[in-house]
């Protein structure tokens, strides 16, 4: 038998994969299923564009000039990942300013090969 954070992970999981259905397009789906990211366009900095991975974090920033950052962003409490995919999404379109403000921002990607698959 599973324990209970067994259940409760799970349909956390199933509910956060339903929301990405209902609040993702058909095309941000298909790129997160076949990049392993979701990108967004900044509405601050033209030719800025932010690639959210499938865990959520860090996100790389892709700068116009070439450069590349990375920030993480996390609840104070946790979320199911394809949660965490959509909280990073409304709030850099609808508040990146204050997105730059929270976030922390880290020297490099974490995880082996992860900044090879987020730069393409």
């Known amino acids: 038998m599973f324990p209970g954070w067994f259940w409760r ?3 956390a999981e199933r509910r956060a994969q339903a929301l990405l259905r209902r609040l993702l397009s058909a095309t941000e789906q298909a790129q997160l299923r076949k990049e392993g990211f979701l990108e967004v366009r900044s509405q601050a900095v033209s030719g ?3 690639r ?4 959520g974090s860090p996100v790389a920033v892709l700068e116009p000039d070439g450069k590349v950052k990375y920030l993480c962003l996390q609840p104070e409490t946790p979320v199911a990942r394809g949660e965490l995919v959509v909280i990073h999404k409304l709030l850099l379109e609808g508040a990146e300013r204050d997105y730059w403000l929270k976030a922390n921002r880290v020297g ?3 995880g082996r090969g992860f900044g090879r698959r987020l730069l393409g």
């Open 52 to 55: 959210i991975p499938r865990r």
């Open 9 to 11: 992970r799970r349909t």
């Open 108 to 110: 490099r990607p974490m």
């Open 48 to 50: 800025r564009t932010y």
